[in-house]
């Protein structure tokens, strides 16, 4: 091995030796990209089909801590750009890789994060084929910055959008809400827990693929990031022009996730999520869609929350407890940050 440093240094950016010694020993031996030119040359069958699209997604990744309890941000970066591609209605194929990292990051770390995101991107069946790094001085990043750019191809017939939504069709989610927001705060060490909570941070390439066997005529799904299940029922139903009502007994959340958001003064319905979407599907397939989730592990508990209605557009409204409604509003400001 000619990677002998511990820590990351300015030369590890300088394009010589050490910048390539970095780049072979911690990252093209695991990724083992097609080459080594300045680009990656893609083919697929998928291409070849009569009305195929591609689909383009990026995203950056600045979490903080960059390990916590279910992943780190090498899964997270993967996971992430998987399930931007996939909800809509893409098979994600490829993926590139961009790190900033600060002077001083341990060497180990970075291995870490690598063969994390090497495993979860051939658990979702796709291939990080280029990617590039830069070196910054120490103080100017927290450590690691990860930016990834996916591929995929949106097969013929497949026409997935929010205005698609109609009164009648049914909401459902694939598992239990707020994790990812309530891990990061713990892992933060901002208070103490008696459970751990881990992150639901998962690519959901498969179960879309399944859902989408089960229920071709679904109108959108959204992945629940940042903003978090209320923010995207709120984009929904304004593209659509409709209103969306869900049920507050149905929502699946922990005890410890609410435990949380009642100490700290947060709604569940906007904490972040990286392994949750939902999706809306026509009434009539609601139940093979329910079914297909729960056939794959990132939807075993996936349930029906709500749906369209016919209503002031863009309006969504949760039914609560007590037989009541209370609107849902877009999330204000942001309730932590570097959550993703």
Same mark, same amino acid.
């Given at each position: 091995m000619a990677l002998r440093d511990e820590r990351v240094t300015l030369a590890h950016g300088g394009g010589g030796k050490a910048m390539r010694d970095l780049i072979e020993e911690v990252f093209t031996c695991v990724?083992?990209?097609?080459?080594?030119?300045?680009?990656a040359r893609l083919t697929s069958d998928a291409l070849c089909e009569p009305g195929a699209r591609l689909a383009f997604t990026t995203d950056g990744f600045v979490v903080h801590p960059l390990e916590f309890p279910g992943g780190d941000i090498g899964k997270?970066?993967?996971?992430?750009? #998987?399930?931007?591609?996939?909800?809509?209605?893409?098979?994600?194929l490829w993926l590139s890789a961009s790190f900033?990292?600060?002077?001083?990051?341990?060497?180990?770390?970075?291995?870490?994060i690598v063969a994390s995101m090497q495993a979860e991107a051939e658990k979702a069946g796709v291939r990080i084929v280029?990617?590039?790094?830069? #070196?910054?001085?120490?103080?100017?990043?927290?450590?690691?910055?990860?930016?990834t750019s996916g591929v995929g191809v949106i097969p013929p017939g497949r026409d997935m959008a929010a205005g698609k939504v109609r009164p009648g069709d049914v909401a459902?989610?694939?598992?239990?809400l707020g994790d990812h927001g309530a891990a990061i705060?713990?892992?933060r060490g901002d208070m103490a827990l008696s459970a751990e909570i881990p992150s639901d941070c998962a690519g959901l390439g498969h179960l879309m693929e399944a859902v989408l066997a089960a229920a071709p005529n679904a109108r959108v799904a959204r992945d629940a990031t940042r903003g978090g299940l209320a923010s995207a029922?709120?984009?929904?139903?304004e593209a659509a022009g409709c209103a969306i009502e869900i049920e507050e007994t149905a929502l699946p959340i922990r005890t410890e #996730?609410?435990?949380v958001c009642e100490i700290l003064g947060l709604d569940p319905l906007y904490l972040a999520n990286e392994g949750r979407l939902v999706v809306f599907v026509p009434a009539d397939e609601a139940e093979a869609a329910l079914a297909a989730m729960k056939s794959v592990p990132e939807g075993a508990g996936a349930v029906v929350i709500g749906r369209a209605l016919e209503g002031t557009p863009g309006r969504v409204t949760m039914r609560t407890l007590f037989g009541g409604a209370r609107i849902v509003d877009m999330l204000v400001g942001e309730q932590l940050p570097r959550i993703c």
């Amino acid at each position: 091995m000619a990677l002998r440093d511990e820590r990351v240094t300015l030369a590890h950016g300088g394009g010589g030796k050490a910048m390539r010694d970095l780049i072979e020993e911690v990252f093209t031996c695991v990724f083992a990209p097609p080459g080594m030119e300045d680009q990656a040359r893609l083919t697929s069958d998928a291409l070849c089909e009569p009305g195929a699209r591609l689909a383009f997604t990026t995203d950056g990744f600045v979490v903080h801590p960059l390990e916590f309890p279910g992943g780190d941000i090498g899964k997270i970066a993967v996971c992430g750009t #998987v399930n931007d591609l996939a909800v809509g209605g893409a098979r994600p194929l490829w993926l590139s890789a961009s790190f900033i990292i600060e002077e001083g990051t341990e060497i180990a770390l970075l291995r870490r994060i690598v063969a994390s995101m090497q495993a979860e991107a051939e658990k979702a069946g796709v291939r990080i084929v280029t990617g590039d790094t830069k #070196v910054v001085g120490r103080g100017s990043a927290d450590k690691v910055f990860v930016t990834t750019s996916g591929v995929g191809v949106i097969p013929p017939g497949r026409d997935m959008a929010a205005g698609k939504v109609r009164p009648g069709d049914v909401a459902i989610v694939n598992g239990v809400l707020g994790d990812h927001g309530a891990a990061i705060m713990a892992a933060r060490g901002d208070m103490a827990l008696s459970a751990e909570i881990p992150s639901d941070c998962a690519g959901l390439g498969h179960l879309m693929e399944a859902v989408l066997a089960a229920a071709p005529n679904a109108r959108v799904a959204r992945d629940a990031t940042r903003g978090g299940l209320a923010s995207a029922l709120n984009e929904i139903a304004e593209a659509a022009g409709c209103a969306i009502e869900i049920e507050e007994t149905a929502l699946p959340i922990r005890t410890e #996730v609410k435990g949380v958001c009642e100490i700290l003064g947060l709604d569940p319905l906007y904490l972040a999520n990286e392994g949750r979407l939902v999706v809306f599907v026509p009434a009539d397939e609601a139940e093979a869609a329910l079914a297909a989730m729960k056939s794959v592990p990132e939807g075993a508990g996936a349930v029906v929350i709500g749906r369209a209605l016919e209503g002031t557009p863009g309006r969504v409204t949760m039914r609560t407890l007590f037989g009541g409604a209370r609107i849902v509003d877009m999330l204000v400001g942001e309730q932590l940050p570097r959550i993703c």
